[in-house]
Every structure is written in C-alpha cells, then in structure tokens.
T-cell receptor, first 116, second 114 residues
Framework: NAGVMQNPRHLVRRRGQEARLRCSPMKGHSHVYWYRQLPEEGLKFMVYLQKENIIDESGMPKERFSAEFPKEGPSILRIQQVVRGDSAAYFC??????????????FGSGTRLTVV | AQSVSQHNHHVILSEAASLELGCNYSYGGTVNLFWYVQYPGQHLQLLLKYFSGDPLVKGIKGFEAEFIKSKFSFNLRKPSVQWSDTAEYFCAVTRNTGGFKTIFGAGTRLFVKA
C-alpha cells in the first residue's frame, strides 16, 4: 500500500524555466493538498484539490503558479518562469476526505526545488 | 485570520529530560488539532490528533498532548526524550466547521544530546 508519492525528489531549474511537481495520493484518498516549506517558516498552505476540482487556492500566488488534479493521473503543481524565491521544499498531502471529517494528512517525501 | 503559534523555534535537551512544546491557536470555533514530526531528511508523519472527547491524547513513541480549550492550547509532552527524538515538530489546526485546509505552526526543532 504505497503512501503519497512525489517526484522528483530534487529539481533544479534556471531562472525563467518551468517547474512541474507531481503528487500521487495514497490509494483511496481523493483529497490532495500542496504546502510549501521555507526555512524557519513552517508549512504554508497553497492549494486544496479534489479530482478535477480546485476547492481552495487561497494560498497560491496569483501569478505563475497553478495546480491541477485530473481525473486520471497525479496532481501537478506547475510553476512558470521560476525565480530564486521559489526555491523551497514543496510537500503534497492526501486524505480520504476533507472538511468536517479530517483524519489527518498523509504526507509525501516532498520535492526540493532549487532555482539557480 | 486563523493562526498557529509555536513558542519555541529551537529546543536542546539531554537524553531522559522531559519535553514540553507549546502550541496555541487563534481560532475560536471547534477545531481538530494535530502534532506532526519530521525527522531529518524525511517527510512529515502524524504523531497524534485530537477531535473530541478526552483532552489528553496519547500518540506514538510515548508522546502525548493536552487540549486546553480555555487557553486555546495543545501542548506536546514526553516524560523522557531519547536521542532518536531529534526532529522538527509541527502543531497543526483544522477547523471542522466549513474550513478545509490545515494550518501549520512554524515548527520547533528539537535536538536531543546523547
């Protein structure tokens, strides 16, 4: 029973390139959450998705960032025209359901993005 | 805005010392509370959670946390730490009345000296 799978583990991009981060939730989990972790700042919520729907994107920067969770395949966090400030660890989490029945998330191992 | 405050960013203890990590949240409604641990180089793992009932919650590896509603607190405790407890600990809060996302504190880095 695989946990939450994120790839790649490490991603290096030059300024101006695009970064695509993938997340496959645990089997049976239909809710996916993306968080960004910066040193000394903990985890910052970015976006909450269900299959084919964005439920809450209040933590997503207005420009360059987008997320999707298609009917088939993993959830994708896309960062266009990356800048050095995008360097961080990006964690994906999944849960069987959200809202009033939150049983705690299962986290992936994260993708460490470095922009050079 | 809902927030989660962890009082100590860095804690250094010797083995066998007792541990208490503070966590306070700002939301006044009904909440679900969690503590997660992140060992060096690893992903976050759930230590324990509180939804309702007994405010003293037992978790894995000898950890426990006490929910004090009047103080908006959910402090993590362990009577006797081990070197293997060296990790970063995150308190997290989810509203269970309409909100869907979990808010995390900034984390506390614990270093246990052997």
């Amino acid at each position: 029973n695989a946990g939450v799978m994120q790839n790649p583990r490490h991603l290096v991009r030059r300024r101006g390139q695009e970064a695509r981060l993938r997340c496959s939730p645990m089997k049976g989990h239909s809710h996916v959450y993306w968080y960004r972790q910066l040193p000394e700042e903990g985890l910052k919520f970015m976006v909450y998705l269900q299959k084919e729907n964005i439920i809450d994107e209040s933590g997503m920067p207005k420009e360059r960032f987008s997320a999707e969770f298609p009917k088939e395949g993993p959830s994708i966090l896309r960062i266009q025209q990356v800048v050095r400030g995008d360097s961080a660890a990006y964690f994906c989490a999944s849960s069987p359901r959200g809202g009033n029945e939150d049983y705690g998330y299962t986290f992936g191992s994260g993708t460490r993005l470095t922009v050079v | 805005a809902q927030s989660v405050s962890q009082h100590n960013h860095h804690v250094i203890l010797s083995e066998a010392a007792s541990l208490e990590l503070g966590c306070n949240y700002s939301y006044g409604g009904t909440v679900n509370l969690f503590w997660y641990v992140q060992y060096p180089g690893q992903h976050l793992q759930l230590l324990l959670k509180y939804f309702s009932g007994d405010p003293l919650v037992k978790g894995i590896k000898g950890f426990e946390a006490e929910f004090i509603k009047s103080k908006f607190s959910f402090n993590l405790r362990k009577p006797s730490v081990q070197w293997s407890d060296t990790a970063e600990y995150f308190c997290a809060v989810t509203r269970n009345t309409g909100g869907f996302k979990t808010i995390f504190g900034a984390g506390t880095r614990l270093f246990v000296k052997a």
